[in-house]
């Protein structure tokens, strides 16, 4: 049996933890697994590389980047090969070269494309316990790529679908996935498992848990993941194809703080007016989330839309400065907002839904800025100082917390 397991960087963050790590993988070697473990760079060494980075140059280039953040992972693979060897094991650890493991040509944000097996294959038959870097590839043009913050889980499930492993165990310092965000949550609760699609939507509404594009790439090659908390042993959430027996109504509430609205307000109520506003943002490369346009009064409009608050200024000086050529009458940004989104397969199927969310945030007196629905996600824009409020309260409505608490 294969088992490709990924571990986090708060679980190697230090040598205690390293070692911690190393008696985990040992067990499994005991049971006689081959094992192929991916690794991120230890604790807060991506973010202090990232801001040694910002310390020489204010616009650092991409390129330049990617190569000294992968650097983290370098660090943690060779350690924990050591480490390995120290306690009598036979363990071998290789970057994305030498896996090596192609991405396409975009620095900073690369996706994976092809994975060569040979080695790995080659050092596990030889018995090696085989640590890859997380987050990092090579390029056509031989260059190191990075996959974007938190990229090492889509290295560990990449890595699981090509190298047809039995398991792909990703772990973290949380437990599993929640029902909503524990902090926020005394009550959240650990789910046994979760769809693909669930996930997805949590993954990228602000449940941290994991990288969305490793939910995307399990789901296309259905590589079933298994969340488990490093620290404490406990069964953890099975991610996989849902299946519709089991299908739950909802299965959590997630906030994202990482939000800001721009209004876009007065701009005549004429065709190709929203074209011309979000064409300008897709130039630059910004994404936009909820967007919101109002009924026309009096020949005028308003359009309001949703970025990531570090795109915030971005977009802000573009439509700003297109404001004449919109006939906009005003253009106003702000962070105070946040996004709740309330996830469920079942929610096709159930209409009433959304009525009940609305109902608990009434209950909550949280007022809704914005609305977005997809089949399985409701989200809303409020007031940030009102977001653990307005979670607090659908995941009480939904009855989503612990059945040990006795209500
Ligand atoms: N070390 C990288 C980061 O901090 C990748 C990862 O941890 O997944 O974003
Ligand atoms: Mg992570």
Do not use: W
Not at 143 to 149: A, K, M, W
Not at 167 to 185: F, K, S
Not at 335 to 352: E, F, Q, R, T, Y
């Amino acid at each position: 049996m294969l088992i490709v397991k990924k571990y986090g960087g708060s679980s190697v963050a230090t040598p205690e933890r390293v070692r911690n790590v190393a008696s985990q993988i040992i067990e499994d070697v005991e049971k006689g697994y081959q094992i192929v473990v991916v690794l991120s760079a230890q604790g807060k060494t991506t973010d202090e590389l990232v801001a040694r980075a910002y310390e020489m140059n204010p616009k650092p280039s991409r390129r330049e980047l990617d190569m000294l953040l992968s650097t983290g992972e370098q660090q943690s693979v060779a350690l924990m090969a050591m480490t390995l060897q120290a306690m009598g094991y036979q363990a071998v650890s290789l970057n994305a070269f030498q896996v090596p493991m192609h991405t396409n040509k975009t620095y900073g944000s690369a996706r994976l494309e092809a994975i060569g097996t040979d080695r790995l294959q080659a050092e596990l038959d030889c018995g090696n316990i085989v640590l890859v870097t997380g987050f990092q590839g090579v390029n056509r043009y031989e260059d190191i790529t990075t996959l974007g913050r938190g990229g090492s889980d889509t290295t560990a499930v990449a890595l699981a679908a090509a190298l047809q492993a039995d398991r792909c165990q990703i772990y973290t310092d949380v437990e599993g996935v929640y029902t909503a965000d524990p902090r926020y949550v005394k009550d959240a609760r650990k789910l046994e498992e979760i769809g693909y699609d669930e996930m997805l939507e949590l993954a990228s509404t602000g449940a941290k848990v994991l990288h969305n594009r490793c939910v995307e790439m399990a789901k296309k090659y259905n590589v079933q993941i298994e969340v488990l908390s490093s620290m404490v042993k406990a069964p953890g959430t099975l991610v996989k194809e849902d299946s519709l027996v089991e299908r739950m109504m909802v299965s959590g509430v997630a906030a994202d703080k990482n939000v800001a609205r721009i209004s876009v307000i007065g701009i005549p109520d004429l065709p190709g007016k929203a074209f011309a506003l979000f064409n300008l943002l897709s130039q630059q490369g910004i994404n936009v989330d909820i967007i919101l346009q109002s009924i026309g009064r009096e020949d005028r409009k308003d359009i309001s839309f949703t970025v990531a608050e570090e795109n915030a200024e971005e977009a802000y000086e573009i439509v700003k400065k297109h404001q004449q050529a919109l006939g906009a009458e005003e253009v106003t940004c702000t962070k105070d907002v946040a996004k709740v989104s309330l996830v469920g397969a079942g929610m096709i199927s159930n209409p009433g839904v959304a009525t009940q969310m609305f109902e608990a945030l009434y209950s909550a007196q949280v007022n809704i800025r914005m609305i977005s629905t997809s089949e399985i996600k409701i989200s809303v824009l409020v007031d940030k100082d009102q977001v653990e409020d307005a979670v607090r309260a659908v995941h009480h409505q939904f009855r989503l917390y612990k059945k040990e608490s006795g209500r």
